[in-house]
């Protein structure tokens, strides 16, 4: 019988009922007591389940090489020679081991001043990209530096001229189109139906001029053209990212996303892609001319683009990341709002700032009024609204909601002034006679963006959970 731990014959034998196998009683018992477990199965094993095994014990004869001084002065003197090859083996492991990880050490802290410097010029660079004004300047020094003019193409000035005319003569006289929500119909406003959940978290909503098709996102790069009249996605859009805003132009649905790009589809088709943006583009609108889209993002600037021939024909810098954007009714100007709480309202034909408005945070929403008089803007975790007057640059009033401010719409006559949050939505009223605002609706619809239905006859809600909220009057 052999010990199956050391492989000798055991002075004092034991039987593992687990494994069956015959041990040495102090050395099995030493791993239970270490493990627990059968040495040879791992099954678990007590010294009390351990079987003594009765035999004669043997008085094992002395090895024949151990039998004098002199061969144990042999054997002392090899293990001696073995142990100093072994020492010597290890020092030499150990001093090459050391020499390897030196070097890592010095390739990995000359990746970091390599990744340190190009993040700090990457920085500069930026830094003095949004410096950068764009225009055509007058210059006394000779050597200066000659910039093109940022104004826009020819082709495109004459529409973006020929629409401002058109719409400025008749806008602020235009009369409330008939059946056109009164406050004391949109008073009675009631969430009617909702739809399950889409996305919860998703921030997309944009009804086309129809009023039947809304844009929302579905899932993670993902949005989905929902038939408010069906009731169901009827159509899905793959998107190059992580969804920001969608907004329709005519017919074509225009997409931004975190990184950076603007996608253009005619149907499920995509049209065009633009990359203009260096950083996330952060908000999308369309001009008055219909067929002009403007984008903003991270990088500090604000793009336009050409529909009718899918190209870029402008990009302006700030000198803060831009969160918002919104052209005024006319289509003569552009509404900006940036992360460090100013407003920068341009001239689109040149692209000059014409006026800059302070807020206290940075802006997540601008939003004109349709007479084209007024300008609302929401600041970051804000339950509260500014409202400038353009016509003098002051703030004229600031509207307390009540709750969070995520979302807000104002509608085509300009008279009702729609927001949305997670706490619920409002309609604030601004009456032109009395020159007085009021607050005909207050519903705890939970929103995470608001816009208003067709004739105002209803509100479209998208909740906070992903879904979408129908409110009309009961």
Known sequence: MLCAISGE??????????????FEKRLVEAYIAENGKDPVTGDELSTDELIEVKTQRVVRPRPPTLTSIPSLLSVFQEEWDALALETYTLRQTLAQTRQELSAALYQHDAAVRVIARLTQERDEARDALSKVTVGARASGAGDAMQVDSAGLPGEVLARVEGTQASLSKSRRKRPVPEGWATSESISA?????????FYPGGKTLSINSSGDSALVETAEGVVGVFSLAQKQIVQTLQINGPVTDAIWAGEKAVVASSTGSVQVFEGNK????????????????????????????????????????NAVIMQNFSDASLLSVQFHPDGHLLAA??????????????GAVAANYDLSGPVKQVFFSENG????????????????????????????????????????????????????????????????????????????????????????????DGGITVLTAQ
Request: proline share 4%.
């Open 9 to 22: 014959a055991p002075q004092e034998p034991v039987v593992s009922p687990k494994s069956g196998s015959v």
């Open 189 to 197: 406003y009631k969430p009617s139906e909702s739809t399950e959940s």
């Open 270 to 309: 995509e049209a065009a892609r633009f990359n203009s943006h260096a950083g996330t583009a952060t908000s999308l609108a369309l001009h008055a001319t219909g067929d002009i889209v403007a984008s903003v993002g991270a990088d500090k600037s604000y793009v336009l683009y050409d529909l009718t021939t």
């Open 337 to 350: 709002g940036g992360a460090d709480g100013q407003i920068k309202i341009y001239d689109i034909k040149t």
């Open 373 to 464: 008089t007024f300008l609302a803007a929401a600041t970051a975790n804000s339950t509260m609204v500014s409202i400038w007057d353009l016509r003098s640059s002051k703030e004229v009033k600031v509207l307390e909601t009540g709750s969070q401010v995520e979302s807000i719409h104002w509608d085509y006559t300009g008279q009702f002034l729609l927001t949305g949050g997670p706490s619920g939505l409002t309609v604030q009223q601004y009456s032109k006679a009395a020159k007085a605002w009021s607050e005909p609706l207050r519903s705890a619809v939970p929103a995470a963006a608001v816009v208003w239905g067709s004739a105002a006859q209803s509100i479209v809600a998208l909740n906070t």
